[in-house]
């Protein structure tokens, strides 16, 4: 039996392999290059995401595809040993288990590619069958690797059942027709980095070539959004909640109802999974009731964490170093374990 006290989230989106690639530059067609190391770990931003959560404490459940190939049984051991509840992993038994390929530059910078057949892809049928898992959820998480129509389902599933509805837009798709015209004032929270949050503002809006700490207002007002927090790499990330004033903490007030916080200061090696850690510890601190300001400071902490170690799955805060955070929160670092409502 769950404890009612623990926090439980679904987690719907890509779970893949990672092929990770350190290397001094991109190669040219036709050219050939010695990478420093080459090596694969499990992938996906609902995986990372899922796993944060995990060891962050929370009860999870992860919906989404894998293949029935050796990679897609190694990825649901991976998450059974993480305590996550896989019985939602669809298995594609003729299918290989989708692939990203990360290449890092020894700066941390980094640049993907990535496919995913259609038949790989989160639908709403596969949201549907998770449907009494949503309902019993605090939250439920989804990026858009997974289908348009997906998140439409888990927005209907959750609406009718009070759970709180968090998305985060990436990786961004070529085409966002479908994904701008989601419910999305139904939606409780968005966390886009800056330039996912420029993509989603519609058409013409002046935001979109405007000022980067206004992104989140912006995005909020025109979507409809309560909370929405655009992530901005080394500059931070600015947090606008349409039911907060303004409050004290490390920021820089771009409007009565938004905050710029600074990033948490480290050495970079690995940019690549930074912002899933973000994502996942700032749900988890603020669904379990942690103020506003501390919350992103945990949030940082970990994304800082993250990119000053190479890879991804394997850079990922441990349930050790989220636990310390938690212990931090608990005894004076602000906020309390309680769960709010929608």
Same mark, same amino acid.
């Given at each position: 039996?769950? %404890?009612? *006290? ?8 890509? =779970? ?24 694969? #770990? ?29 990679? @897609? ?14 019985? !939602? ?7 290989? #288990? ?9 700066? &941390?910078?980094?640049?993907? +590619? ?14 549907? $069958? ?32 009070? +759970? ?14 479908? =994904? ?24 013409? !809006?002046?935001?979109?070539? &405007? ?9 909020? +007002?025109?979507? @409809?959004?309560?909370?929405?927090? /655009?992530? *901005? ?5 600015? *947090?606008? %909640?349409?039911?907060?004033? #303004? ?13 710029? =916080? ?6 970079? /090696? ?10 996942? /510890?700032?749900?988890? !601190?603020?669904?379990? &009731? ?20 190479? &890879?991804? =799955? ?21 906020? !309390?374990?309680?769960?709010?409502? $929608?």
């Amino acid at each position: 039996m769950t %404890d009612p *006290l623990v926090p439980r989230f679904v987690v719907v989106g890509a =779970y893949v392999a990672d092929c990770l690639v350190s290397t001094p530059r991109l190669p040219g067609w036709g050219e050939h290059i010695q990478a420093d190391a080459i090596r694969t #770990t499990p992938g996906g931003k609902a995986l990372n995401q899922a796993v944060t959560l995990a060891r962050g404490g929370a009860h999870v459940t992860a919906v989404g595809i894998v293949g029935g190939d050796t990679v @897609g049984r190694d990825l649901v051991a991976t998450l059974t040993a993480e305590g996550i509840d896989t019985a !939602h992993l669809t298995v594609q038994p003729n299918a290989p #288990t989708p692939v990203c390929v990360v290449f890092t530059r020894p700066d &941390g910078q980094n640049a993907t +590619t990535w496919s995913i057949a259609d038949n790989m892809i989160a639908s709403a049928e596969i949201v549907y $069958r998770a449907k009494a898992e949503i309902a019993h959820a605090d939250a439920v998480l989804i990026t858009f690797e997974a289908a348009a129509e997906a998140i439409r389902q888990v927005v209907t599933i959750a609406r009718d059942a009070g +759970t709180r509805v968090i998305v985060n837009p990436a990786p961004s798709p070529a085409d966002l027709t479908a =994904y701008r015209a989601l419910p999305w004032q139904q939606v409780d929270m968005i966390i886009p980095n800056e330039a996912e949050a420029r993509a989603l503002l519609p058409e013409h !809006h002046p935001a979109r070539a &405007g000022q980067a700490d206004g992104l989140a207002e912006a995005l909020g +007002t025109a979507l @409809g959004v309560p909370t929405v927090c /655009v992530t *901005l790499a080394a500059d931070g990330c600015t *947090l606008w %909640d349409a039911s907060a004033g #303004t409050s004290t903490g490390d920021r820089r007030a771009s409007s009565a109802n938004a905050q710029t =916080y600074s990033a948490h200061p480290t050495d970079v /090696v690995d940019t690549t999974g930074g912002s899933d850690a973000f994502t996942a /510890v700032l749900a988890l !601190h603020l669904l379990s &009731g942690t103020d506003q300001p501390t919350a992103v400071r945990h949030a940082h902490a970990a994304a800082a964490l993250t990119i000053s170690r190479p &890879g991804t =799955y394997d850079a990922l805060p441990t349930a050790a170093e989220l636990r310390d955070q938690r212990d931090q929160r608990d005894h004076g670092g602000g906020g !309390h374990p309680a769960r709010p409502g $929608r």
